[in-house]
């Protein structure tokens, strides 16, 4: 197949003058090389397009892909990861990954957690504040974690986030509203053993690749798997491949993992994350349909590795799940 490859290039955005962590999730070149690597070694023509301007760009150019590998995270709105998605759609080109529905309702933690909730998953009790206001009707025990309702890579986390009085919860909401321009999930704070399940497939097809756990280790910000302790993973944090035989922590985790991923429609490849309350009982945190694919840093790919599995490989099933949505000139679905 022809394959396009879209993405955020980091170092692009820092040459234009954004800041590290605005551009936090934004891929290195060396993960964008990885992956065109792998994809010509399958026996693909590959064709790096970028990020959404330069799509908008090739597409108007009456440029077309088989499939489009798409990792981009975009910049802008809580919606920025349907963006290319959503472009893509729109001229009938299929892309790896999650629909733009799914991306920008997975991106709003708020939103998926009430489709967890209704699904009967488990999940931290939360309320969504939107304006300093709302924290006088918040409604939930102490103690109580507050981060952005749309952001990744940690960011707007450190140990603030972790509240024991209402004061406190006034103190954090206020600077996370002005500085990200986006509501605040408030969840109540499980306390116990964090989980990232890796998932591989579509629909009755997606299976469990693995489990890791996340200790954070005794330099690291506790209490919370912040942004400096993701920044500085390799100094802060151990990442431990845990299985679900002789762990029945482990066991129920993978399954709220594998059902939540069913539920909210994950395609291809990409990670739930949960975390235990005190009892030793797992409970969805949130979703990543588009998970990092960094060989070596990123939770995925080091689920892949510690399973015995190769970058390569892993990129060749996330490939051939989502080849399966690709058009032949007759209009039949072709891998």
């Given at each position: 197949?022809?394959?396009?490859?879209?993405?955020?290039?980091?170092?692009?955005?820092?040459?234009?003058?954004?800041?590290?962590?605005?551009?936090?999730?934004?891929d290195?070149?060396?993960?964008?090389?990885?992956?065109?690597?792998?994809?010509?070694?399958?026996?693909?023509?590959?064709?790096?397009?970028?990020?959404?301007?330069?799509?908008?760009?090739?597409?108007?150019?009456?440029?077309?892909?088989?499939?489009?590998?798409?990792?981009?995270?975009?910049?802008?709105?809580?919606?920025?990861?349907?963006?290319?998605?959503?472009?893509?759609?729109?001229?009938?080109?299929p892309?790896?990954?999650?629909?733009?529905?799914?991306?920008?309702?997975?991106?709003?933690?708020?939103l998926?957690?009430?489709?967890?909730?209704?699904?009967?998953?488990?999940?931290?009790?939360?309320?969504?504040?939107?304006?300093l206001?709302?924290?006088?009707?918040?409604?939930?025990?102490?103690p109580?974690?507050?981060?952005?309702?749309?952001?990744g890579?940690?960011?707007?986390?450190?140990?603030?986030?972790?509240?024991?009085?209402?004061?406190?919860?006034?103190a954090?909401c206020?600077?996370l509203?002005?500085?990200?321009?986006?509501?605040?999930?408030?969840?109540?704070y499980?306390?116990?053993?964090e989980?990232?399940?890796?998932?591989?497939?579509?629909g009755?097809?997606?299976?469990?690749?693995?489990?890791?756990?996340i200790?954070?280790?005794?330099?690291?910000?506790?209490?919370?798997?912040?942004?400096l302790?993701?920044?500085?993973?390799?100094?802060?944090?151990r990442?431990?491949l845990?299985?679900?035989?002789?762990?029945?922590?482990?066991?129920?985790?993978?399954?709220?993992?594998?059902?939540a991923?069913?539920?909210?429609?994950?395609?291809?490849?990409?990670?739930?994350?949960?975390?235990?309350?005190?009892s030793?009982?797992?409970?969805?945190?949130?979703?990543?349909?588009?998970?990092?694919?960094?060989?070596?840093?990123?939770?995925l790919?080091?689920?892949?590795?510690?399973?015995?599995?190769s970058?390569?490989?892993?990129?060749r099933?996330?490939?051939?799940?989502?080849?399966?949505?690709?058009?032949?000139?007759?209009?039949?679905?072709?891998?």
């Amino acid at each position: 197949m022809r394959i396009g490859l879209t993405y955020d290039l980091r170092d692009e955005y820092l040459a234009a003058g954004f800041d590290e962590e605005a551009t936090a999730e934004f891929d290195r070149a060396d993960t964008i090389d990885s992956i065109d690597t792998a994809l010509k070694s399958l026996g693909h023509q590959t064709d790096r397009i970028g990020h959404i301007r330069q799509v908008v760009t090739r597409l108007a150019a009456g440029d077309r892909w088989d499939l489009v590998f798409n990792i981009c995270e975009g910049m802008y709105g809580i919606a920025r990861e349907a963006q290319v998605p959503a472009l893509l759609e729109a001229y009938d080109i299929p892309c790896t990954f999650a629909d733009p529905v799914i991306m920008s309702v997975c991106l709003h933690k708020g939103l998926t957690k009430t489709l967890i909730e209704k699904a009967g998953l488990p999940t931290p009790r939360f309320a969504v504040v939107e304006t300093l206001a709302d924290v006088e009707r918040v409604d939930l025990p102490f103690p109580l974690f507050a981060k952005p309702i749309a952001e990744g890579t940690g960011k707007g986390v450190s140990p603030a986030s972790c509240i024991s009085v209402l004061a406190e919860l006034r103190a954090v909401c206020g600077p996370l509203l002005q500085r990200f321009r986006q509501p605040v999930l408030v969840e109540t704070y499980l306390c116990g053993r964090e989980f990232t399940v890796g998932i591989l497939g579509s629909g009755s097809d997606a299976r469990v690749l693995g489990t890791l756990e996340i200790v954070l280790l005794s330099d690291a910000e506790p209490g919370a798997y912040s942004y400096l302790n993701k920044e500085r993973c390799e100094d802060l944090v151990r990442y431990d491949l845990v299985g679900p035989h002789n762990d029945p922590e482990v066991a129920e985790a993978e399954r709220i993992a594998l059902a939540a991923w069913r539920e909210l429609r994950g395609r291809d490849g990409g990670r739930i994350d949960l975390r235990s309350d005190g009892s030793g009982q797992p409970s969805f945190i949130e979703a990543n349909p588009l998970a990092g694919l960094h060989p070596e840093h990123s939770d995925l790919p080091m689920i892949a590795t510690k399973v015995g599995m190769s970058y390569q490989e892993l990129i060749r099933q996330i490939v051939e799940s989502a080849a399966k949505r690709v058009r032949s000139p007759s209009g039949a679905s072709s891998v």
